[in-house]
């Protein structure tokens, strides 16, 4: 906490085949209100991850930075790729929504990064779903 959310799954595509059960899963979150500020005192402001901002680790630059340095990069790669973060604005730190660390967001400087690199994906986020 302080956010709570719930998880909630649902089988998909439910098969039998040969004796066997098939299916997929589709799994989801919904931001749990009633918990999360259950223990608010009078006055204080109710918390919301959409609209609560916090300050940690740009998780896009950092990324690369560091797949940068554990795969022996060519220097004219690892050049190329700072100009890139350089033009796009990247620091080391990033202010960004509860919600669009958890969950993900699209990140500009990987998208423009995809240019180069198809396979890279230009989505960050905490929380696997």
């Not at 909630?8 to 040969?18: P, S």
């Not at 990324?63 to 100009?83: D, E, F, R």
Request: glycine fraction near 6%; include cysteine.
């Amino acid at each position: 906490g302080p956010y709570y959310f719930r998880e909630y799954r649902e089988r998909v595509n439910v098969q039998v085949l040969e004796d066997q059960l098939w299916f997929g899963e589709k799994k989801w979150y919904e931001f749990d209100y009633n918990t999360t500020n259950a223990n608010l005192t009078n006055g204080s402001v109710p918390l919301d991850p959409i609209k609560d901002v916090f300050t940690t680790f740009n998780l896009a630059y950092v990324g690369v930075a560091y797949n940068l340095t554990i795969s022996g990069t060519k220097s004219q790669i690892a050049g190329a790729v700072i100009a890139a973060a350089i033009e796009h604005e990247q620091t080391l730190f990033m202010t960004r929504s509860i919600n669009d660390v958890v969950f993900g967001y699209t990140d500009k400087f990987l998208t423009f990064l995809q240019l180069a690199m198809p396979s890279l994906s230009n989505t960050v986020q905490l929380c696997y779903t």
